[in-house]
């Protein structure tokens, strides 16, 4: 139980696009969805927290206009990374909690590279 | 600022040794303590404490916490090869709806054979 999937799992895309990400709760209703980027070989780094029906809480130093958020219905949460560049490859991973419990089951993540 | 420190942040053993691995926190309004192995991707679940003194443990590992100290361990014996991963401490906390978690930087685990 207390699957997370997220799809792409690897996308390569060209400097100025923009990508989106999906993070899905496969068999529980996730009221707070956490996006997550990660540095090779360090911690997870906190983005943005979004529950469903309202605006993401995003983290000091992260750009809401640059990395668009939407928690439209409790199993679905996308990322947008708008406008990308190199220095946005890295790997992103979505966290999801249904709020009973408080563990966060975290998604497989996708490795993003943009060229 | 909520603040998670692990240490350390790297070890190399080898195959059968025992290592402990900590984790000590600053946070408001503290919740759970997790800790989390990662391998190759996101990170995977370990173990959760809430209560002080209360060991967990899962086969060859174990975790304790001391809320008054403000610190967890996580023990690893008789250390094998597919040990070797990040492991990350995280600490949740805050009110309401509205917690997060706060991770360390992890510890680099090597095992080797």
């Known amino acids: 139980g207390a699957v997370v999937s997220q799809h792409p799992s690897w996308v390569i895309c060209k400097s100025g696009t923009s990508v989106k990400i999906e993070c899905r709760s496969l068999?529980?209703?996730?009221?707070?969805m956490f996006w997550y980027r990660q540095f090779p070989k360090q911690s997870l780094m906190l983005m943005a927290t979004?529950?469903?029906?309202?605006?993401?809480?995003?983290e000091q130093g992260v750009e809401k206009d640059k990395f668009l958020i939407n928690h439209a219905s409790l199993t679905l949460s996308t990322l947008t990374v708008t406008s990308a560049h190199p220095e946005d490859s890295s790997f992103y991973i979505c966290?999801?909690?249904?709020?009973?419990?408080?563990?966060?089951?975290f998604g497989p993540g996708t490795r993003l590279t943009v060229t | 600022e909520d603040k998670v420190v692990q240490s350390p942040l790297s070890l190399v053993v080898h195959e059968g040794d025992t290592v402990t691995l900590n984790c000590s926190y600053e946070?408001?309004?503290?919740?759970?303590l997790l800790w989390y192995k990662q391998e190759k991707k996101a990170p995977t679940f370990l173990f959760m404490l809430t209560s002080s003194g209360i060991e967990k443990k899962s086969g060859r590992l174990s975790s304790i916490l001391d809320k008054k100290e403000l610190f967890s361990i996580l023990n690893i014996t008789a250390t094998q090869t597919g040990d070797s991963a990040i492991y990350l401490c995280?600490?949740?906390?805050?009110?309401?709806?509205?917690?997060?978690?706060?991770f360390g930087k992890g510890t680099l685990l090597t095992v080797n054979p």
């Open positions: 946070v408001t309004n503290f919740r759970s």
């Open positions: 068999d529980f209703q996730a009221t707070t």
């Open positions: 979004s529950n469903e029906g309202s605006k993401a809480t995003y």
């Open positions: 995280a600490v949740e906390a805050g009110g309401g709806s509205n917690y997060k978690l706060t």
């Open positions: 966290s999801a909690t249904s709020g009973r419990a408080p563990e966060q089951y």
